[in-house]
């Protein structure tokens, strides 16, 4: 007989003579408590007397708890073992769609809404790419009243206005405004493009709005503490705060309380919002209106203890300012409500006054001015053909511009120690952000159906600051630059050093030509003269 063992002496031996065992051997059967290893026979010729088998033992199997983690982890190998793996199927935007034939293009550009306004292209062409349909116009009916009556305008509907009103779109434009990233509607193609391109202008038109109201509220201040007042107020960290000050966040977060959401969930979405909401109140009603909401609406303080700027060494400022600032700090009021006189010198006049300041005429009449200026205002076609009512003001502007461009050209190592105000700085800083909105508008009306995140990218590469500062060289406009003599010597072989200030000298150019002629001028320079866009042929 064979005996069965616990697994605890897995090894037996059974010894019998071959003869009666080769009878038997249909007789013995094994219970299930045996190993399934088949029966192993080691017959040697030369002792054919013992046969060893071996087997082995075990106990029967039993049934794990049902809360055990051994039993889990089976059973969820067994359900990986059943399912086979999903195959990824690529967005539905990577699928390669077959292009629309020419009549269907040329309806759907046809029938666009961003053609539809030969008036105003910049404003049209922040318009939908297509007309809104009822999900859209369920919105409006439902919130925008809303949101009109939080930011101060009346209630009645903008498409009653006028043809020849930009506000006729504000409807639209405001609705747009709110449909971020993370809400219900941005998965429509037309509603996600308006939103984002309309946070791409806005953000520039609030950079140009608080720049051009500190650089004329603090008259004597360098931009580098009209910088941190400006990321006060309009950094990201803040803007959650405003929002909630005027009551618009139920707009933003419909579903959730923004007190409690984490701040990579809060602070985007509110971003996109103010943005863009600045962008559509800019097309809609001009700058005055910016201030408007800003400083009333959302009660934004530039005296406020958050507000103000880490404390520097001052430099003393011992030169005079423009007498509208003598002892008269000016309100976000007196900014928004200014109209130049009819016979003023600038298209922007209080704006020169505080960038350009009076002591400049001491140097009317030095080597610069001889030697310098001429080729200067050459290469960049100034004086500008303008027809005045009295040709002493032409004579004037001409004057005042020549000073401006000398101090375009000083570098701030010439007398920025004694005389703080007498270098680039002011005109740099107003001119970076009149440069940022200018291309941006040119973008927009270029580029009708990018989204704002491909036009960022690509306003950031036209813009960068090495490719502004190689515009400046190729018109060899940096011989003129006025430097100290230590600094001179310093640059005068090292490029490193010596390329940051050609473009700092290149926007304040942008910055004289806003304050003296205006925007077109802007353009005139940025894409006539310095070709930023780098369109116009090249000589050989």
Not at 229 to 236: N, S, Y
């Amino acid at each position: 007989m064979l005996q069965s063992f616990n697994s605890t002496n897995p090894s037996m031996e059974l010894s019998s003579s071959l003869t009666p065992f080769s009878k038997k051997l249909s007789e013995i059967s094994f219970s299930s408590s045996l190993s399934p290893f088949p029966l192993q026979l080691h017959q040697n010729p030369s002792k054919p007397k013992y046969l060893r088998i071996f087997a082995v033992a075990i106990d029967p199997p039993q049934e794990l708890p049902r809360n055990s983690p051994q039993r889990l982890l089976k059973e969820l190998a067994q359900r990986k073992k059943a399912t086979a793996p999903r195959k990824k199927v690529p967005p539905k935007r990577f699928i390669l769609k077959p292009p629309l034939d020419d009549k269907k293009l040329t309806e759907r550009f046809l029938n666009s809404p961003q053609l539809s306004l030969k008036q105003f292209p910049l404003l049209s062409s922040c318009l939908p790419s297509s007309k809104l349909n009822n999900a859209d116009k369920t919105w409006i009916d439902e919130y925008l009243l809303e949101a009109k009556q939080a930011l101060g305008y009346p209630l009645e509907k903008s498409d009653e206005l006028g043809d020849d009103n930009p506000a006729k779109q504000f409807d639209t434009l405001l609705y747009m405004a709110f449909q971020h990233p993370s809400c219900d509607r941005t998965n429509a193609r037309h509603v996600r493009s308006a939103h984002s391109r309309l946070w791409f202008l806005g953000q520039y038109v609030l950079e140009l709005a608080l720049a051009e109201v500190f650089l004329q509220r603090y008259p004597r201040e360098s931009p580098g503490p009209m910088r941190e007042r400006v990321f006060a107020l309009i950094g990201k960290r803040n803007l959650p705060k405003w929002i909630k000050a005027a009551s618009l966040q139920n707009l933003i977060f419909p579903y959730d309380n923004m007190d409690k959401l984490i701040r990579k969930d809060r602070e985007p979405p509110v971003k996109s919002v103010f943005w863009a909401l600045f962008g559509a109140i800019y097309l809609c009603f001009g700058m005055p209106e910016v201030y408007r909401v800003l400083f009333e609406v959302f009660g934004m303080d530039p005296e406020a203890e958050d507000c103000q700027p880490r404390l520097r060494r001052q430099l003393e400022d011992v030169d005079y300012v423009s007498v509208e600032f003598e002892g008269n700090k000016l309100s976000w009021q007196d900014v928004a409500t200014y109209k130049p006189p009819e016979d003023a010198l600038f298209a922007h006049p209080r704006l020169f006054r505080a960038c350009v300041p009076p002591g400049m005429h001491r140097f009317r009449g030095n080597i610069w001015d001889y030697d310098s200026k001429p080729q200067v205002m050459q290469t960049l076609g100034y004086p500008l053909a303008v027809t005045d009512r009295i040709p002493e003001i032409t004579e004037a502007r001409n004057i005042e511009l020549g000073l401006g461009l000398q101090l375009c050209f000083l570098h701030p190592s010439k007398y920025k120690f004694e005389h703080p105000r007498f270098c680039f700085e002011r005109l740099e800083y107003v001119g970076q952000k009149i440069q940022d909105l200018v291309m941006a508008e040119r973008l927009l009306m270029k580029h009708l159906d990018a989204p704002g995140r491909w036009l960022q990218e690509r306003h950031r590469r036209v813009l960068m600051n090495k490719f502004c500062g190689r515009y400046l060289r190729e018109k060899y406009l940096h011989r003129f630059i006025i430097y100290s003599e230590q600094v001179q010597d310093a640059f005068e072989h090292n490029r490193r050093l010596r390329n940051p200030a050609t473009t700092a000298v290149q926007q304040a150019l942008h910055g004289l030509s806003y304050t003296v002629y205006g925007k077109p001028d802007v353009r005139r320079l940025m894409f006539e003269v310095f070709d930023f866009e780098q369109i116009q042929p090249k000589s050989v």
